[in-house]
C-alpha cells in the first residue's frame, strides 16, 4: 500500500544534540511538506519541497534544515538552533502543482530535555 | 485575528446525533481541506473542496465562498467519529496552507 511513513513514532534527546527525523513516501508525490504541531495551536509549516534538490522556508524555519536528495525521502533535522523543540512533527505529501489533497504520516513525538 | 478559525473548539454528543463543525477564513482561497486527526496523532484527509458541496458516506461538506465559511457534517455520529476534526485553507494556487485549531469531537455510546 503507498503511504508516507514517518520513524521513530517516539524520539527523546537531550539538549543540545540535532536529531533527525525521517519521512519516506511511495506516492510518487513531487511535493513533501514538514509541519509543527503544539497544543492548541494549529499545524505550522517548517519547510517544504516542490521537487528534488530543492526546497523553502515555511513560517517557522529557524532550528531546523532538510534535504531533499530523493524524490521519496525528505528528513528533518532539529539542530540545538530551535530554542524550544519538544513537540509533534508531521511530514505530509502532494501531487504539487494544482491544489491537491494532502496525504500525512503518523508523526514523531519528539521531546528534549 | 486568525485567519482561520473553527467552532466550536470542543464538541460532545450522542451516538447517532447529527454534528455540525464550522470553519471561517478571512483570505482568498483556492481551496479548502478538511481534515481528521485520530487520537495516536495520525491525519486524514477528508476533503477538498472549492465550491459547492461534498459528501463521502456519513460526512458531508460545504462550502460557501461568497461568506467565507465551510460546515462539516456528521450524519448519525458514532463513537469512532471521536477526532480532532481539522480545517486548512490554500491561499492563492501554489500558497501554503494555512490550518484552523481544530474542533475536538467525542461521540460517547
Known amino acids: 500500500d503507498g503511504g508516507i511513513t514517518q520513524s521513530p513514532k517516539y524520539l527523546f534527546r537531550k539538549e543540545g544534540q540535532n536529531v533527525t527525523l525521517s519521512c519516506e513516501q511511495n506516492l510518487n508525490h513531487d511535493a513533501m511538506y514538514w509541519y509543527r504541531q503544539d497544543p492548541g495551536q494549529g499545524l505550522r509549516l517548517i519547510y517544504y519541497?516542490?521537487?528534488?534538490?530543492?526546497?523553502q522556508k515555511g513560517d517557522i524555519a529557524e532550528g531546523y534544515s532538510v534535504s531533499r536528495e530523493k524524490k521519496e525521502s525528505f528528513p528533518l533535522t532539529v539542530t540545538s538552533a530551535q530554542k524550544n523543540p519538544t513537540a509533534f512533527y508531521l511530514c505530509a505529501s502532494s501531487m504539487g502543482g494544482a491544489p491537491s489533497p494532502l496525504h500525512f504520516g503518523n508523526g514523531t513525538r519528539l521531546t528534549v530535555t | 485575528k486568525n485567519e482561520v478559525e473553527q467552532s466550536p473548539q470542543n464538541l460532545t454528543a450522542q451516538e447517532g446525533e447529527f454534528i455540525t463543525i464550522n470553519c471561517s477564513y478571512s483570505v482568498g482561497i483556492s481551496a479548502l481541506h478538511w481534515l481528521q486527526q485520530h487520537p495516536g496523532g495520525g491525519i486524514v484527509s477528508l476533503f477538498m473542496l472549492s465550491s459547492g458541496k461534498k459528501k463521502h458516506g456519513r460526512l458531508i461538506a460545504t462550502i460557501n465562498i461568497q461568506e467565507k465559511h465551510s460546515s462539516l457534517h456528521i450524519t448519525a455520529s458514532h463513537p469512532r467519529d471521536s477526532a480532532v476534526y481539522i480545517c486548512a485553507v490554500r491561499g492563492g494556487s501554489q500558497g501554503n496552507l494555512i490550518f484552523g485549531k481544530g474542533t475536538k469531537l467525542s461521540v460517547k455510546p
Open positions: 519541497s516542490q521537487i528534488v534538490n530543492d526546497f
